[in-house]
């Protein structure tokens, strides 16, 4: 296996230890000669041939492609970055404090510092003890021998972290101003809790508490602020449904509790740390079988949690939702923002893991690819303002750990001689820390792949406060596949390799003339069931003829109200050489009478058809030549 090493056998600085180079700022506008723009290109290959490595810049021209291009709109625009990391649990900083000082400075630095590292800009840190502990008993902040309560929480203390946890916050804070934190306890002290322990059980159906348990989670807040981390996000259970957790501290709270508890720390914390939001549900994107399985007889499995809780009347203290990846699909973010959709959406866990027998080799490809179109791609495109994986450094066992998980993986890896290798989350968190900063906004750009795997290219473009573009390619397939990229009028083509992450990056603000019209219906000659499938703005799904070519077969799609229609762009993905020949676009204000708008041939799988400024409700594509292929539309977009 080829190793790419940190720390002590290694004597370069952890800028060359990493093969990174500098961040985007510090070099340069990306302009290149004269007026054209060029895009910086940086790549990971899953055989690690190539590890965010910087290949020679490319250059935006005039004109369009016949390869599947990926249309970058800067003028559509979603939700705003907060930032891309992981956790430094007590086991992380077991991990890191076993280095030498230098070798653990090489390490921080490869982590956090934005120039010569990938910049992480997000922790979730855990509130007392998880499963990765190095301690050989779980702790919080507030034990008490049994049968003892602290209601007055006078044994409050936070001395544990002291010692190495918020030494490396401080620091990691220090190369990386823009560092958020966000705290998550997996269980509250026992003597709150039935049973008196901190694995399973519930916080006691108790008012006094619920306030006992707010006041813990402010005095953890207020403590971590003093001592220079504060705290920017707090969660109040990790994973509120696993209620049988295996030997590690954890919690089933119902919702009727999650949110009495949040009534109680809302003021609380709104008066304590201003800056602090309540973060709701921090579990599964849907609820495991197995917590299913597990829900007390005659009870509900509130398989809706976070519906529910964010239509309880706690919700006016809740910024928003944390999802994590061991369930479900990142789907379920949209779906939760459609039906509220003025509450945010973070993504808050995913640890790597891997099957006993797997080779390294395996282990790097199969995370790299999974993390890629899952976390990578697929969160951000669902309206995750943060991408966070879990263990931020394991020893090669995958330890320390005190019960749950013995086959995770971190973004570093402690060996046994001392060295440090980055395995495939610094690359994937990497791709988008390093070129993504703290308050970009993510823009509108096509995308043909899909989280469940189809081969096609996955993309997610944010533009950065300082106007810069970072646009994320991943390509699905473990073959080569080249494409485009195009901004407006202006597009460069690329190759990238099997399974391979391209990060591109341009400084210079590129902006299209054409403004997307938004589109009500479709319908179609063939396929009619379909259609909409044409207008979903997603190009992983499809409308497709499923049979052979003909002239006359159309698609047609409805503008809701009479617009003014400059472009129409058709644009067939990554299902090369589907599309008509020769084509008839029309229009009609009443669906009834039509008027051709304009006539053309296509040879490419993105045809963007120019047009006179016409008021038109709606749009007719009629295929006027025969072929014994279908016809695919990805997208149908249509400008003023």
Same mark, same amino acid.
């Given at each position: 296996m080829r190793r790419h090493t940190l720390g002590a056998a290694v004597t370069a600085t952890a800028l060359l230890a990493t093969g990174l180079v500098p961040s985007a700022e510090a070099i340069g506008d990306g302009r290149g000669g004269g007026s054209t723009t060029q895009a910086r290109v940086w790549v990971t290959t899953p055989d690690r041939a190539e590890l965010l490595h910087e290949r020679a810049p490319v250059a935006f021209a005039q004109g369009s492609s016949r390869q599947t291009t990926i249309t970058v709109d800067p003028g559509t625009t979603y939700q705003t970055v907060d930032g891309f990391g992981a956790s430094i649990t007590d086991s992380s900083a077991a991990v890191l404090y076993q280095l030498s000082p230098a070798d653990r400075e090489k390490t921080m630095r490869s982590l956090f510092d934005p120039k010569q590292g990938i910049g992480v800009s997000f922790l979730r840190q855990v509130v007392g003890s998880s499963d990765f502990t190095a301690q050989p008993e779980h702790y919080t902040y507030d034990d008490m021998p049994a049968g003892q309560t602290d209601f007055g929480l006078r044994h409050f203390s936070i001395a544990h972290e002291q010692k190495q946890i918020l030494p490396l916050l401080r620091r990691a804070k220090q190369l990386n101003p823009e560092l958020k934190v966000m705290a998550t306890p997996w269980s509250p002290p026992a003597w709150m809790k039935t049973g008196d322990s901190l694995v399973g059980g519930r916080l006691k159906d108790d008012p006094a508490?619920?306030?006992?348990?707010?006041?813990?989670?402010?005095?953890?807040?207020?403590?971590?602020t003093a001592a220079g981390v504060p705290v920017d996000f707090l969660s109040i259970q990790n994973e509120p449904q696993n209620r049988t957790p295996s030997g590690y501290p954890g919690t089933d709270l119902p919702v009727r509790q999650?949110?009495?508890?949040?009534?109680?720390? &809302? +003021?609380?914390?709104?008066?304590?740390?201003?800056?602090?939001k309540i973060l709701g549900y921090d579990h599964n994107w849907t609820t495991h079988p197995g917590d299913v399985a597990n829900t007390p007889p005659g009870?509900?499995?509130?398989t809706d949690y976070p519906y529910q809780l964010l239509s309880?009347?706690?919700?006016?203290?809740i910024a928003g939702t944390a999802y994590h990846c061991y369930s479900g699909s990142p789907a379920a973010q949209t779906a939760l923002r459609q039906a509220f959709p003025d509450k945010g959406i973070w993504f808050t866990e995913c640890s790597g893991s891997h099957g006993p027998n797997d080779t390294p080799p395996q282990i790097f490809r199969g995370t790299l690819t999974w993390h890629a179109r899952t976390l990578m791609l697929g969160t951000t495109r669902n309206w995750a303002k943060s991408v966070v994986n879990w263990n931020i450094a394991l020893?090669?066992?995958? &330890? +320390?750990h005190n019960g749950g998980c013995d086959t995770c993986t971190g973004l570093v890896t402690r060996h046994p001689d001392g060295t440090v290798s980055t395995d495939a989350e610094y690359y994937t968190i990497g791709h988008l820390s390093k070129f993504v900063k703290p308050g970009a906004q993510r823009i509108a750009s096509t995308s043909y792949g899909t989280t469940g795997w189809n081969g096609?290219?996955?993309?997610?473009?944010?533009?950065?406060?300082?106007?810069s573009t970072a646009l994320l390619v991943h390509n699905e397939n473990d073959e080569p596949r080249s494409f485009a990229v195009a901004v407006g009028d202006q597009s460069f083509e690329y190759t990238l390799p099997g399974g391979a992450i391209g990060t591109f990056v341009w400084a210079r603000e590129l902006r299209s003339a054409y403004k997307p019209v938004p589109l009500a219906g479709a319908t179609a000659s063939v396929g009619a069931e379909l259609a909409p499938l044409a207008i979903d703005a997603d190009g992983s799904t499809l409308w497709q003829s499923k049979q052979a070519l003909a002239s006359s077969q159309y698609v047609q799609v409805d503008l809701g109200t009479a617009r003014?229609?400059?472009?129409?762009?058709?644009?067939?993905?990554?299902?090369?050489?589907d599309y008509p020949g020769t084509w008839q676009l029309a229009y009609s204000n009443d669906g009834t009478t039509w008027r051709p708008l304009k006539t053309g041939t296509s040879d490419g799988q993105l045809t963007n058809v120019d047009v006179t400024p016409t008021r038109a409700r709606y749009l007719r594509i009629t295929s006027t030549s025969a072929s014994d292929h279908w016809w695919t539309l990805a997208d149908v977009r249509v400008y003023s």
């Open positions: 508490i619920y306030n006992a348990y707010a006041r813990y989670l402010v005095k953890f807040v207020k403590a971590y999650a949110a009495a508890v949040i009534e109680q720390l &809302g +003021p609380m914390l709104r008066a304590a740390s201003p800056r602090t009870e509900d499995p509130e309880s009347p706690a919700a006016r203290w020893n090669a066992d995958g &330890g +320390p096609q290219l996955m993309s997610s473009a944010f533009r950065n406060r300082d106007g003014t229609v400059r472009r129409v762009a058709l644009d067939s993905g990554g299902n090369l050489g």
